[in-house]
């Protein structure tokens, strides 16, 4: 996934600004909007966490920092990273 998410910054601008949020059952924002060269970096250098999917909260965080930075006419790119681990639960629908 992370090997992706870098070919996909490599496409953009320098002027263009990217923030990473990282998620499992918890949310990580990663950067702030950062130029792409920052970016890779920062993406070259996250470590995989296990758990869930809590992808709601982290498109919250997200948007409360695009809002934060919205003055900024450059371009803004949010890019979400999961571990891509599922969190299995069993329902007893017996019960």
Same mark, same amino acid.
Request: charged share 20%; no cysteine; aromatic share 6%.
């Given at each position: 996934m992370k090997s992706q998410c870098i070919e996909l910054v490599k496409g953009f601008n320098e002027s263009d600004r990217v923030a990473v949020f990282a998620f499992s059952f918890k949310v990580r924002q990663i950067t702030s909007f950062e130029s792409p060269t920052e970016s890779i !970096? =920062? *993406?070259?250098?996250?470590?995989?966490? /296990? /758990?869930? =999917?809590? *992808?709601? !909260? =982290?498109?919250i965080a997200s948007i409360n920092e695009f809002n934060a930075v919205s003055l900024d006419k450059n371009n803004k790119i949010i890019i979400f990273l999961t571990d891509d681990m599922t969190a299995e639960f069993q329902i007893d629908l017996m019960r």
């Open positions: !970096d =920062t *993406i070259e250098s996250l470590r995989q966490h /296990g /758990g869930g =999917t809590n *992808i709601y !909260d =982290t498109v």
